[in-house]
C-alpha cells in the first residue's frame, strides 16, 4: 500500500515538557516506524549526494541516531560530539543554550583533521543553541562545514537564522509553529 505520510506526521507533540510551556516535539515515534524513519533518512542526505563529505558529526543524543544512519548511507565516518565528561580522550569544549536549558558539549580533539568536509546532523533546530556550539567545534578543528541537517524546524526560536548568519547552509524536513 502506498504510504502518503510525510514525515512530520510521525513526530508527536508533547505539552509542558521538559518545563511548563514547552511543547517537546518527540521524535521517537519517527525513530520506531520503519517507513518514517528511512523517510527522514533518506531526505535528510538527499542534498548532500554528489558533494564531498569526510565525516558527519551527530549532536547528542537524537543527533547519533540519525548522523549514525547518513553517515552509513553516505560511506563516511561517525563523529559525535557529545555533552560534557562523557568522551574519555583529550577533548575540546564549548558552552551553550538552548530552548530548556544550558550545557557544555565536547568534541575529541584528533576527531577531524584540518580542511575536512563536515555535514552536522541533528533531529530538531530551535534556538540552534547546539548547533552553534557544534559547530564552533568542529571549526576550531579546522573541519570546513557542508551543511547542517535536521529534521524538525522551529522557525519561532530563530535557529535557521542564525545558522546562515553563520554562513551554513541548513536543510530541514519539516517545520512546526508554536513554541
Ligand atoms: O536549537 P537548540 O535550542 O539548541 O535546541 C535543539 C537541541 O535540543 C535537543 O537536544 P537536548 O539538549 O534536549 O538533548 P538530548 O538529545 O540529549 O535529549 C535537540 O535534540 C537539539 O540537540
Ligand atoms: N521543543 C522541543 N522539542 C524537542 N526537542 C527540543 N530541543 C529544543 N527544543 C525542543
Redesign the pocket.
Known amino acids: 500500500m502506498p504510504n502518503s505520510k510525510t514525515v512530520s506526521d510521525y513526530i508527536r507533540a508533547i505539552p509542558d515538557f521538559?518545563h511548563e510551556g514547552i511543547i517537546f516535539r518527540d521524535v521517537t515515534t519517527l525513530f520506531s516506524d520503519p517507513r518514517g524513519f528511512r523517510m527522514a533518512v533518506d531526505q535528510l542526505v538527499h542534498p548532500f549526494v554528489g558533494q564531498r563529505i569526510d565525516k558527519v558529526v551527530g549532536?547528542?543524543?537524537?543527533?547519533f541516531i540519525l548522523g549514525g544512519a547518513v553517515a552509513h548511507q553516505l560511506s563516511v565516518g561517525f563523529v559525535p560530539v557529545r555533552?560534557q565528561g562523557k568522551l574519555p580522550g583529550d577533548v575540546l569544549s564549548e558552552a551553550?543554550?538552548?530552548?530548556?536549558?544550558k550545557?557544555v558539549v565536547e568534541i575529541h580533539t584528533d576527531a577531524i583533521q584540518p580542511g575536512e568536509r563536515v555535514l552536522v546532523v541533528?533531529?530538531?533546530?530551535?534556538?540552534?543553541?547546539?548547533?552553534?556550539?557544534g559547530i564552533k567545534l568542529i571549526e576550531r578543528l579546522g573541519g570546513e562545514i557542508t551543511g547542517c541537517a535536521f529534521v524538525v524546524d522551529?522557525p519561532e526560536?530563530g535557529?535557521r537564522k542564525r545558522l546562515e548568519e553563520l554562513g551554513m547552509s541548513v536543510h530541514t524536513l519539516c517545520e512546526f509553529d508554536g513554541l
Do not use: F
Open positions: 521538559p549532536l547528542e543524543a537524537r543527533g555533552k551553550y543554550t538552548l530552548e530548556y536549558g550545557a541533528d533531529d530538531l533546530l530551535a534556538t540552534g543553541g547546539t548547533a552553534t556550539a522551529l526560536l535557529g
